[in-house]
C-alpha cells in the first residue's frame, strides 16, 4: 500500500527549553534528546506505516535514537534525534528511500493565525497555566500564540523562537493533532522577534499544497 509522507522535518541545535520539554514523560515515550542535539521528525500515513519506517530507521543507523513514535488516530509520528548530524541524515534516507517517497513530498506549513497580546492579566495567566506543558506564563508579559498545520511544524516554531528569544519563555507546544499551537511569553521585543522568526523558517520550507 503507498505511504503518504505529511511531514520530513530536521531541527538543528535543539534548545534549552525545547528539548526539555521533548524529554518530558508525556513526549518522550523512548528517549529523551538534549540541549545541543539535532532531531528528525517524519510523519505519514496510514499511521501504521509509522512502524516501518522506525525499522528502516534503526536498522540503517543503530546510533541514532527514537525519541517519540506515536500511532494516532490518522497519522504516525516518529522523532529521531542524535549529536551526528551525518548519521541522523542517513537514518532519514533510509526512511525515504524504504517507503519509496522524497524529502519534498511533504507537506508545507500552513499559517493558520499569529498574535501578540501584550501585558496579560493576572486571570488570564492562571487560566493559560493550568493547560500549560512547560513553563508558566506571568501577569504583565506579552504572550504569542501561534497556530499552524501540520502540527508537527510547532517543533521548528517553538526550536527557531528560542533561537531568536532565549529570554523568553516556552509556555506550551501542541505538535500532534489537527493543528500545531505554540505559546511564548516574555517581553514584547522578544515575542515579536520570536514571531519574525517562525515566520521567515515556516516560509521557507518547501512541500506540496494539500
Known amino acids: ?37 539535532h532531531s528528525l521528525i517524519i510523519e505519514v500515513a496510514p499511521g501504521l506505516a509509522i512502524e516501518r519506517a522506525t525499522d528502516l530507521a534503526c536498522k540503517a543507523v ?19 534525534h542524535g549529536s551526528d548530524l551525518t548519521r ?6 533510509a526512511v525515504l528511500d524504504g517507503l519509496g517517497v522524497a524529502a519534498h513530498d511533504q507537506l508545507a506549513p500552513r499559517i493558520l493565525y499569529s498574535d501578540v497580546i501584550e501585558e496579560i492579566t493576572d486571570q488570564h495567566a492562571v487560566i493559560i497555566n493550568r493547560n500549560r506543558e ?9 504572550l504569542l500564540v501561534y497556530e499552524l498545520t501540520p502540527a ?10 528560542e533561537k531568536a528569544a532565549p529570554a523568553a519563555t516556552l509556555v506550551t507546544v ?37
Open 1 to 37: 500500500m503507498p505511504t503518504e509522507l505529511r511531514v520530513y522535518l530536521r531541527v538543528e541545535d535543539l534548545q534549552r527549553q525545547f528539548a526539555a520539554y521533548l524529554g518530558t514523560p508525556t513526549r518522550a515515550r523512548g528517549y529523551p534528546p538534549t540541549e545541543g542535539q
Open 62 to 80: 543503530p546510533e541514532v535514537e527514537v525519541g517519540l513514535l506515536f500511532v494516532e488516530r490518522q497519522f504516525g509520528v516518529l522523532e529521531l
Open 88 to 93: 541522523l541524515d542517513a537514518a532519514g534516507t
Open 134 to 142: 512547560a513553563s508558566m506564563v506571568l501577569p504583565g508579559e506579552s
Open 152 to 161: 508537527l511544524f510547532a517543533s521548528v516554531a517553538a526550536n527557531e523562537a
Open 174 to 210: 501542541s505538535m500532534i493533532g489537527a493543528a500545531g499551537r505554540l505559546y511564548l511569553s516574555g517581553a514584547t521585543k522578544d515575542v515579536l522577534a520570536a514571531r519574525e522568526a517562525i515566520t521567515r523558517a515556516l516560509t521557507s520550507i518547501e512541500g506540496r499544497h494539500s
